[in-house]
């Protein structure tokens, strides 16, 4: 029996098969096909091969290489940003084409440490509208602490009505640490736990010029997890309303607190003190970012009450920023829900209400 050994390098192997293939398109070989595809296939130089190749068996043609560079081209640029993509769009995945799926933590509220974070006046003997969450005896508190906040969201459900609608998990986690305390063992003055649920909708609308992008709906539950008499918790429904114009956007709420039973209500009358609506102004322009926070009680006479904040996060070096804060009113934290005082805190930010554009 006859034994024939053959070697075949990976360049024979493709050419063999780049001959069958243009044989087999073309109908049964000839002999002909058979004598020029050796030809071809004994041409050292490449370029000159496969110009043998298109010579005996025809190339591609020229219109239909025109055709395909403009797709490829388009393949290598930027995505194009639908009518609806927008700083909203990036924050809350409103179009379709934003759409990240489920169960990925994202950017919620900005989370900052403040080194020092100075109160105009302590509130060193919380009071409740409810006799039983009033403190008895002053507390030993400085006027200035540390500070710092946590938040993020994940999507829960994508699309729950057509593609314009996201339910949506948020938690935020904000401390105020009496780091400067040394004589009290540097306790933490008071932590607040904000867990929420929200459907967003995208809602495409025009007023006065502003870009209507979202609106949603929540159930929002707020408590600093402590006991009678510095107790402090509500729930609420909350509703949501986002414009943007260039590079500002603004955001509205609205809330209606749940009830509860007033006998275990540890704060009855928070919502003449917080308030009942707030609004969220922020606009960036190159690294900096501010951030001006307002609420109200919806009130007028002794119960028009509310609170006024500035944000300002700004460029220090690389990816890291700068982190002013002023906060002056009611409700700086829970616990503070009925004690106007005037807040300075300053420190560094990790995360803030929208990207920043990274460093050249």
């Known amino acids: 029996m006859s034994t024939f050994t ?21 109908g049964e070989a000839s002999a002909q096909d058979v004598e020029a595809a050796s030809e071809c296939r004994s041409i050292s130089d490449a370029t000159a091969r496969l110009a043998c190749y298109d010579a005996a068996f025809g190339g591609v043609e020229p219109s239909v290489i025109e055709q395909d560079e403009p797709i490829r081209q388009r393949s290598l640029e930027s995505p194009v940003r639908g009518p609806l993509e927008s700083r909203l769009d990036e924050r809350w995945e409103l179009s379709p084409g934003s759409k990240q799926g489920t169960f990925h933590l994202r950017p919620y509220k900005p989370v900052y440490i403040l080194a020092a974070f100075h109160a105009s006046s302590p509130n060193r003997q919380p009071r409740s509208a409810n006799p039983e969450n009033t403190a008895t005896s002053p507390l030993d508190v400085r ?35 009496q ?39 929540g ?8 006991s009678i008499p510095l107790s402090r918790s509500w729930n609420r429904l909350i509703g949501t309303l986002g414009l943007e114009k260039g590079d500002w956007t603004v955001t509205a709420r609205y809330w209606s607190r749940i009830n509860e039973d007033p006998e275990d209500d540890d ?7 917080i308030g009942r609506a707030d609004l ?15 609420s109200h009680s919806l009130r007028d006479g002794e119960r028009s009450r509310g609170s006024i904040g500035l944000d300002w996060a700004f460029p220090i070096s690389g990816n890291l920023r700068g982190y002013l804060q ?15 005082a005037t807040y300075v805190g300053f420190g560094v930010s990790l995360v803030n209400w929208y990207p920043l554009p990274v460093p050249d």
């Not at 906040?149 to 105020?176: C, H, M, P």
């Open 6 to 26: 053959v070697a075949a390098t990976p360049r024979v192997l493709i050419l063999t098969v780049l001959t069958v293939s243009v044989i087999c398109a073309h």
């Open 280 to 294: 969220l102004v922020t606009r960036t322009w190159r690294r900096h970012e501010l951030a001006l926070s307002l």
């Open 267 to 273: 704060n009855p009358d928070i919502e003449d003190y």
């Open 219 to 226: 159930i929002n539950h707020q408590s600093n997890g402590r």
């Open 326 to 340: 002023i906060f002056n009113g009611y409700g700086e934290s829970l616990i503070d829900y009925n004690h106007s």
């Open 143 to 177: 006027d200035t602490e540390a500070k710092y906040q946590i938040s993020f969201k994940s999507k829960l459900w994508e699309n729950v009505i057509g593609d314009y609608s996201d339910l949506w998990f948020a938690y935020t986690q904000s401390s105020r640490w």
């Open 179 to 217: 780091l400067y305390n040394a004589g009290a063992s540097r306790p933490f003055r008071e932590t607040d736990y904000e867990p929420e649920v929200m459907l967003t909708f995208r809602t495409p609308f025009s007023v006065f010029g502003w870009e209507g992008r979202m609106a949603g709906i």
